[in-house]
């Protein structure tokens, strides 16, 4: 880690900044914007690089909403990763304790991305304002990542090769906790499976009819009897897309279904996959309709770094406890209140807490917020969920960590994410993930044999796991491919 005059004075410009930067966040929280059309969240974020003398390259692997700022010159390159996206009918109003939508069927930010890119920034703006103040050599890169949220917006990126040149990439992200635990998250992949009938009278003409929509549902049902058949640590999921229209007396000539398949590697889910294509294929066949497979996107398992998780949470130690006041915890409360047992008891097993840095106490749940920081166990663990991130990890060493934005017991993609979104507390677990992410930077910066460690590691690491990317050259990102 940094000296501790260094680590101070990084840490002051970042306060200093800090109010600038919590209300860039509330912007992006209020665009709420879906995956790739963050247009008003992305030009925020680039006029902010420009205003603090970043260079900017706009349109990275053709999306419009895909950047890179850069700051510096020479090695080591630091890559801070940035997201701005929000999630389909989410819409929440901020600061209260009861589900309320501010406009019906709208967006909102449930993952609470508008906190992770605005962060990200904040630690990408102070560690090069410090750098060029030292006169310490090094090349800062904030990297504005669009679509994490089902578009896999990074995979794209590093297809691309937007990371080739990158020594090494650093990023958080909002959780119920504060610290950094490795993981091995789920490779993903998501097809829609779109089937084509006849249409047909239902009553006095249904032989004549070849019903889409129950090609969806019997493929549905065989999924499901798959579940049995496949490895215990895989996932598959769906959502009807197309339901062939609302006309109940017309036997339906189109519909449509998404399905995403997670698996802890991307080999086990490309065979996975390929067993769910036959059970569309057999729905197709039972229902005499024709099935187009059509694939949309995927990420692949993350890669730990180690050196890297070790050197976050040294800083994290540095820095101290996140500053909450009476007046946090009180609204963390109501928010919990919010929950059952079992989903506070699930939230803390979820973040594998099990003993505190600061305070030497196992967590229990009974402070809604955590006020401490979680022992780092130096060694990874697996979790269910997939992130994009996870394919920048393969072409560079990355690392992560948690802020505790939300109260303990909150899970992601809820409404509770949403209403804790703009809170007080919320703005400081922020500046608080941007004073470690900065913090590590600098140590990146300034101790080389940190850089080569970790190189070292991730080098060891893909030697074992060759790294192929998952989407094909001839897909493009999309909004959406749904016939809707």
């Known amino acids: ?20 930067f919590t209300s860039l966040s509330d912007r992006i929280w209020d665009f709420a914007e879906l995956k790739f059309d963050e247009f008003k969240s992305a030009e925020l974020l680039v006029q902010t690089l420009k205003q603090h003398g970043f260079a900017v390259e706009q349109g990275i692997a053709g999306m419009e ?27 929440q109003i901020a600061d209260i304790d009861e589900p309320l939508e501010s406009k019906p069927g709208a967006s909102g930010h449930g993952c609470g991305h508008n906190l992770l890119g605005a962060g990200s920034l904040l630690a990408a703006v102070s560690l090069a304002k410090h750098l060029e103040a030292n006169c310490l050599q090094g090349t800062v890169r904030y990297y504005g990542c669009p679509g994490e949220e089902g578009g896999s917006g990074k995979t794209f990126m590093v297809r691309a090769g937007a ?23 789920l490779a993903v992949l ?64 189109k519909a449509e279904v998404l399905y995403l398949v997670r698996a802890p590697e991307m080999s086990q889910a490309l065979a996975l996959a390929e067993r769910v294509d036959q059970v569309a294929r057999g729905a197709a066949m039972m229902t005499g309709t024709e099935v187009e497979i059509i694939f949309d996107t995927a990420a692949t398992n993350l890669l730990p770094n180690l050196t890297l998780e070790n050197a976050i949470h040294e800083n994290l130690v540095a820095i101290g406890p996140v500053p909450f006041d009476e007046a946090d915890i009180e609204f963390a409360r109501k928010i919990q209140a919010t929950f059952t047992q079992e ?44 992130t994009d991130v996870g394919d920048v990890s393969r072409v560079t060493p990355t690392a992560q960590c948690w802020a505790p934005a939300w109260a303990i ?42 850089l080569a460690k970790a190189k070292e590691e991730w080098q060891n690491a893909v030697q074992n796991e060759p790294y192929v990317c998952p989407i094909p050259n001839h897909i493009m990102p999309a909004v959406h491919l749904s016939t809707q």
């Not at 990371?163 to 990023?171: H, I, K, M, P, R």
């Not at 840095?357 to 663990?381: C, M, Y």
């Not at 004073?435 to 300034?446: E, I, Y």
Request: proline residues 4%.
């Open 190 to 253: 998501e097809y829609y499976y779109r089937f084509k009938g006849v249409a047909a009278h239902a009553s006095n003409a249904a032989h004549l009819g070849r019903s889409a929509l129950d090609a969806v549902e019997l493929m549905n049902v065989g999924v499901n009897f798959l579940r049995e058949h496949m490895p215990q640590d895989c996932r598959v999921h769906y959502a009807i897309t197309d339901a062939g229209g609302r006309a109940a007396n017309v036997v339906q000539a």
């Open 343 to 386: 989903a506070i008891n699930s939230s803390i097993k979820l973040y594998q807490i099990k003993q505190d840095v600061f305070s030497n106490e196992k967590i229990d749940g009974s402070t809604p917020l955590h006020t401490g920081l979680r022992a780092f166990e130096g060694q990874s663990h697996f979790r269910a969920g997939s």
């Open 409 to 450: 017991g909150t899970n992601p993609h809820t409404w509770q994410v949403v209403a804790q979104g703009r809170s007080a507390a919320a703005h400081k677990a922020m500046v608080h993930a941007a004073k470690a992410l900065a913090s590590t930077g600098l140590d990146l910066a300034t101790s080389p044999d940190l």
């Open 65 to 91: 909403t895909a950047f890179i700022g850069q700051y510096g010159s020479g090695n080591p390159v630091i890559a801070f990763l940035g997201e701005y996206d929000a999630l389909a009918g989410m819409s």
């Open 1 to 20: 880690m940094p000296d501790q005059t260094a680590l101070k004075s990084l840490t002051q410009s970042i306060d200093r900044l800090a109010p600038d």
């Open 163 to 185: 990371f080739d040149d990158v020594d090494a990439a650093l990023t958080w992200h909002p959780a119920p906790f504060n610290g950094v635990r490795s993981t091995n998250n």
